[in-house]
């Protein structure tokens, strides 16, 4: 809406003309979330304390949680409306893709917020059935895809799967492996954040490194310039998801103000899976989920070491882990939460920063 006024006022004053720039606003889309966040965030958490919308506690997981019963949870909404509300500002609204990005993380955010809805208030400890959940989660990120498609079915380039230091390998996918792709990669990142989520902290810090990255991977696929001289594939429109990541940037700094440890609320399932979702998501535009995946190696392996556990239990009937994700099996050895969150963000970036690196490495 701003970026509209502004393009109306540059008619009778050029100093207007400034606000075209993609880089300013995808740096005033981060600092508006984040202004958004810090600001909502107070009055959030006491309705949520005042609904008694608090954290349940398994009693069969590291003791050391059992404090954290009752803290308030669903925050993940103040992450969903700081990064809607600021897109909504600074980005333009003309272009199709900053449309799908809020509906998929709106999509998930709903997901997420019926599964929370019945197990904090309804009181029913299962939540959301898993097969229930797991089929709104397909429709969304297959109706995304075909969308996808729709738009880059006349681009070779944005319909191929690309592979990392080479600069013309590329795979054609065609209708069926690009909406399956699409789908993989969306739901996939959704479901890895919200595996995660089990640490103040510890799933938001390295959800904001991978949505820096990937604004600098859509500001430059968006570039014809950029993209040719970097050998990656220019796909049209996706700068503007510069400043959609910027504002899950400065919206998920704002929420780590208020869930760093100890944690003041939990995002819960309607933030993390909306998260996930919209990472999962910019990464499959910008033709980067071999570089996405990477940049989020922490939610890889915490994925993996679920159904690391899960398979060795079944077939061998031992398990690998203390406990899974991994993050509590490391507090299973005696690992201070602080400590595993703070080594997992170093991890986190220096992912990330072996993802950018491959911009060069072709």
């Not at 197990?119 to 898993?130: E, H």
């Not at 704002?254 to 999962?280: E, K, R, S």
Request: proline letters at 3%; a positive charge.
């Amino acid at each position: 809406m701003l970026y509209w006024a502004a393009k109306q006022l540059a008619a009778h004053l050029s100093l207007f003309n400034v606000f075209s720039y993609l880089t300013l606003r995808s740096i005033l889309s981060a600092m508006s979330s984040l202004a958004i966040a810090l600001l909502v965030g107070p009055f959030m958490i006491a309705r949520l304390s005042r609904y008694q919308i608090g954290q349940v506690v398994r009693t069969d997981g590291p003791q050391s949680h059992l404090p954290k019963a009752g803290t308030p949870t669903m925050g993940g909404m103040l992450i969903i409306v700081a990064i809607v509300v600021t897109t909504l500002l600074w980005a333009d609204l003309g272009n199709r893709l900053v449309w799908i990005a809020l509906g998929v993380t709106l999509g998930f955010g709903l997901i997420g917020f019926y599964d929370d809805y019945l197990k904090l208030v309804v009181g029913n400890s299962r939540g959301l059935i898993a097969r229930w959940k797991y089929f709104w989660q397909s429709l969304t990120g297959i109706a995304a895809a075909v969308l996808l498609y729709q738009l880059a079915h006349h681009s070779a380039a944005a319909t191929s799967f690309h592979v990392p230091f080479f600069k013309s390998v590329a795979l054609p996918l065609g209708s069926f492996g690009f909406v399956l792709l699409g789908y993989l990669m969306i739901v996939g990142m959704s479901n890895a954040v919200n595996l995660t989520d089990g640490l103040d902290g510890l799933a938001i810090g390295p959800a904001v490194m991978v949505a820096g990255a990937l604004a600098i991977l859509a500001y430059l696929s968006g570039n014809m310039v950029f993209a040719s001289y970097l050998s990656i594939p220019a796909v049209p429109g996706a700068g503007e998801l510069a400043v959609f990541c910027s504002a899950i940037v400065g919206a998920g700094l704002g929420f780590l103000w208020f869930n760093t440890y100890p944690a003041q609320v939990f995002m819960g399932d309607i933030g993390a899976l909306a998260l996930g979702a919209a990472l999962g998501f910019v990464g499959f535009v910008v033709r980067q989920e071999i570089v996405t995946l990477v940049m989020g190696g922490i939610f890889v392996l915490e994925t993996a070491s679920v159904i690391l556990q899960v398979a060795s239990f079944k077939l061998t009937g031992k398990r690998l882990f203390r406990m899974a994700p991994i993050h509590h099996h490391f507090e299973l050895k005696g690992w201070a939460e602080p400590k595993i969150i703070v080594r997992f963000w170093i991890i986190s970036l220096l992912l990330v920063l072996a993802g950018l690196a491959t911009l060069k490495l072709r």
